[in-house]
């Protein structure tokens, strides 16, 4: 009887705490919630970057290579000498950028 209880308790705690409920609460991020996710643009890398509205791969690798050939922004706006960047993409995503 004692062996048949441990064998139970045993089962319940083991399917109580599978992966799958350990990590039930936790959720990748949404598009939505990144479109809402603060850029950091001296420290943001490619895949931060191509988050932004009319900013895919191309135009993010072309603002790190502007930061890396011109030392760190000192101003939002500064983002208009980049190729491809233009007062549109600045103004969708201004909300979300920061130096």
Do not use: W
């Not at 931060?48 to 011109?70: D, P, Q, T």
């Not at 190729?83 to 979300?96: A, P, S, W």
């Amino acid at each position: 009887m004692n062996k048949l209880f441990c064998v139970v308790i045993t089962t319940v705690l083991l399917s109580y705490f599978t992966p799958s409920s350990v990590y039930a609460n936790t959720t990748p991020v949404s598009l939505k919630d990144q479109a809402k996710e603060v850029v950091y643009i001296n420290l943001a890398d490619e895949v931060m970057l191509a988050s932004l509205k009319g900013v895919g791969h191309k135009k993010a690798l072309a603002i790190i290579a502007f930061r890396e050939k011109n030392g760190d922004f000192t101003k939002i706006n500064e983002l208009l000498k980049v190729k491809g960047i233009g007062k549109h993409v600045l103004t969708e995503n201004k909300h979300r950028l920061k130096i």
